[in-house]
């Protein structure tokens, strides 16, 4: 829709004009309209040089600008329509919601928005110089997600946490971090093309970020699904600001070709064997989403395949070949970045996380991204990564949390004959204990 501050007539994508002023003599005596007075520089089109350079200026590495609708909106919407039908998306209905109508509200951005125009899509990475999760580790390490070990330095008159010290990073999110980069942006955008409507998201709203930033000229979906950057890799963080404004057709980016090739790593490496064909995902076979979104009991037979990882899974971005690229060119994320690598969250110790008690684990994750799983879903996790450790130090530990009676645990036989219902962690926790069996090894 038009900007309140300017009066559109004709092509809305030009201001109006009233033209040359007219003798009075030639016309017949009459009041003179009173034309409305702008205070904001006219609206123009939007250029894909104007975004780049005011989001890498807001804190972004890269952006670019898509025309809504674009050439492959209505297959994005049916792709999206697809993986909903299919229950790939789990327990997650938050994507599944539809409007009255019955349209799925995130298959389509102008569902829930009629006035939207483009979608600008920002880049933020968040490579680090840390190991990979394939790279060799200690059995008794565990594995957070990359992308959650984000902290920030202490603020000035902040209190230092119990048992830290200054130097020490406060955890961060990075959906606070980047919102309040697109805030920026998006005051740089009313400063540059005038008012207009608009909406700023970090995997909070009604779009699929990929696809939008595919059609945006930032990258191709890879085999694994993620975006891949020819430069940055899939290490990066999307975030999108929806606007009214227009994209001249001359300034559709152009589309990066797939680059995947006859490549498969990223499918043969999936240890729940969650991709179950080159660019299609079974969420509920993801262990980042079984680790984050799903809040029950995970079944048995996933529980091998997630290994040490308890909160997401880097797997198929670690074997990608194009962030072995990114690993030398990507820049590192900056300390004061908002984003900077927490380096106690970097193969962490299972028996330190395991010893947590409730309010430890606020004052480790509150702000950060890993308290999406909750302290009972890090638990459940936490008893998994035990089990396929093989290491039968962590026995006393799977007994306590497994609850009375856990001397089943080590005869499926007998596994869950009573009637209790078992928690999700109990679940786990005998599960664990079957693994150890009695030759867990004593390291």
């Known amino acids: 829709m038009p900007p309140a501050s300017s009066v559109m007539i004709g092509n809305e ?17 009459q009041p003179s309209p009173i034309e409305p007075v702008s205070t904001q520089p006219a609206v123009q089109n939007l250029t894909q040089s104007v975004v780049r350079t005011l989001a890498i200026q807001a804190g972004f590495l890269e952006a670019g600008a898509v025309s809504l ?5 209505a297959l994005d919407a049916l792709r999206f329509e697809q993986f909903i039908q299919s229950g790939f998306a789990g327990s997650m209905q938050y994507l599944a919601r539809r409007n009255e109508e019955g349209v799925l509200v995130r298959a389509d951005i102008r569902t829930p928005f009629p006035w939207a125009r483009s979608i600008l899509v920002c880049l933020a990475g968040y490579h680090s110089q840390a190991p990979l999760s394939t790279a060799p580790a200690s059995p008794s390490a565990g594995w957070i997600a990359r992308y959650a070990w984000s902290g920030r330095p202490l603020q000035p008159g902040e209190s230092i946490p119990k048992g830290g010290d200054r130097a020490q990073l406060r955890p961060s999110d990075y959906h606070k971090v980047l919102l309040k980069r697109l805030r920026t942006l998006e005051s740089s955008m009313r400063t540059a093309f005038g008012a207009f409507e608009s909406r700023a998201y970090v995997d909070t709203g009604p779009v699929v970020e990929r ?31 929806v606007t009214s404004l227009p994209l001249a057709e001359e300034e559709a980016a152009l589309a990066i070709p797939d680059r995947c090739g006859t490549c498969r790593r990223c499918l043969d490496a999936c240890p729940t064997g969650a991709l179950i064909e080159p660019y299609k995902m079974d969420a509920t076979r993801c262990i980042s989403y079984l680790t984050i979104e799903h809040r029950g009991e995970i079944d048995d037979n996933l529980k091998a395949g997630i290994g040490r990882q308890i909160f997401g899974c880097d797997i198929c971005q670690d074997v990608c070949p194009w962030n072995q690229i990114a690993s030398r060119k990507a820049p590192i994320v900056a300390q004061g970045s908002g984003l900077a690598t ?42 998994i990564a035990m089990g396929n450790s093989r290491l ?23 596994q869950d004959s009573s009637s209790v219902q078992l928690t999700p962690l109990q679940s786990a926790a005998r599960w664990a204990l079957r693994q150890l069996g009695s030759t867990g090894e004593e390291q």
């Open 13 to 29: 994508n030009q201001p109006y004009d009233p033209g040359p002023t007219v003798p009075s003599e030639s016309m017949p005596s």
């Open 69 to 73: 609708p674009h050439p492959g909106s």
């Open 392 to 414: 039968s130090r962590y026995r006393a530990r799977l007994q306590e949390w497994a609850g009375p009676h856990s001397d089943r645990g080590n005869d499926p036989s007998r």
């Open 211 to 241: 696809a939008a930033a595919r059609a945006a000229g930032l990258g191709w979906t890879g085999k694994n699904t993620c975006l891949i950057h020819p430069t940055l890799g899939s290490w990066n963080f999307l975030a999108v600001l």
């Open 342 to 383: 927490r380096p106690e969250l970097v193969n962490p110790d299972l028996d330190w996380l395991a010893s947590l008690e409730s309010a430890d684990f606020e004052r480790l994750f509150n702000g950060s991204p890993v308290r999406r799983a909750g302290f009972a879903g890090l638990r459940r996790n936490l008893a």
